[in-house]
């Protein structure tokens, strides 16, 4: 009895392999592999100034996000020169978010698209969530960047829970 | 109880009702394997190299537990992977939840649907609904021992 069950079980598992093996075949879509690759942002560089302080800039041609370190975020807070954007949903916006962020969700960005279009599109924007668990940033991201063709999009990895711990302010 | 579940047949009655919602619930993410795998990813629990894998192969095994099911073929083995899968979502649901993630689930839909309002509401239903469907998953593989209660 239980041998029968098992043997039901592998050919239902195998038969699921080889039509999901199957489905890949016909799927055009290039950047889907059957291993995924994780996708890494290139870091924002940082030089030293004279005086050695770190210096961030911009680089001139972006071909992708790339990633914000804190230090990047708190650089680019404290000389206003950057749009610091939070993906997360609009609850959690009026909750705790970054001094003077704009709040515009992932997952509704359609619906925020009025508030989108007035930004201006060779400005610095800075966006986060939640940190290391959450990926509506780098999915925003894309969307700016892409979608939108924004210049300058930056990903703070770390999100509110970095800026909370590093004593950053919020409001 | 025993009687009502015996009038209206309920072991039948189950592998109807989770045969239709697991071949409902394969098609969407059969169609597309690419927003599936973003769905896993966000879930935070698997390595991020075999997510593409299970969003390929994950919905064929419900289509084929739903289609088993509904017609009887392989049952055993169909109604023991359903109790594994449903007790799988529970789970991955569940400590998503206590991890304060909040996710489209993708276990139906795979495109965000801009009507669903509270994203964690809904988390908490989805658990309560496999748990229901989890129960009915334990009734149709002890049919058996069902019908032989006096």
């Known amino acids: ?171 | 109880m025993i009687k009502f579940m015996k009038k209206y047949n309920l072991p039948l009655l189950a592998r109807f009702i989770l045969g239709a919602v697991f071949i409902y619930a394969s098609l969407d993410k059969i169609a597309d394997p690419v927003s599936f795998s973003t769905n896993i990813d966000n879930y935070h629990i698997s390595p991020i190299a075999i997510n593409n894998l299970a969003a390929l192969i994950l919905p064929w095994i419900e289509l084929i537990i739903g289609l088993s099911l509904i017609t009887g073929v392989f049952l055993d083995g169909a109604s023991i992977l359903t109790i594994g899968l449903l007790a799988f979502f529970i789970f991955i649901i569940t400590q998503a939840y206590m991890r304060g993630i909040s996710l489209e689930c993708g276990c139906f839909k795979t495109a965000v649907d801009p009507s669903l309002g509270d994203l964690r509401q809904d988390m908490l239903w989805r658990i309560f609904e496999d748990i229901l469907f989890l129960v009915l998953a334990i009734i149709v593989y002890f049919r058996h021992a069902f019908r032989e209660i006096k």
């Open chain 1, 1 to 171: 009895m239980m041998e029968k069950t098992i043997k039901q079980i592998t050919f239902i598992l195998l038969l699921s392999t080889l039509l999901g093996l199957a489905r890949f075949y016909f799927l055009k879509d290039d950047d889907f592999t059957l291993i995924k690759v994780a996708r890494v942002l290139q870091a924002a560089e940082v030089q030293v100034s004279d005086s050695g302080e770190a210096v961030f800039t911009i680089p001139d041609f972006m071909t992708e996000p790339m990633m914000a370190s804190l230090e990047f975020t708190k650089y680019f807070f404290d000389n206003k020169k950057a749009v610091f954007v939070d993906a997360r949903e609009s609850e959690e916006f009026e909750l705790s978010h970054i001094t003077g962020a704009i709040n515009i969700p992932f997952d509704y960005y359609d619906e925020y698209m009025d508030a989108i279009d007035v930004l201006k599109y060779d400005d610095i924007f800075i966006i986060y969530c939640s940190g290391g668990e959450c990926s509506l940033s780098l999915d925003l991201a894309d969307v700016f960047f892409g979608e939108k063709a924004f210049e300058n999009v930056f990903v703070f990895e770390g999100g509110l829970p970095a800026w909370q711990d590093a004593g950053y302010p919020t409001e």
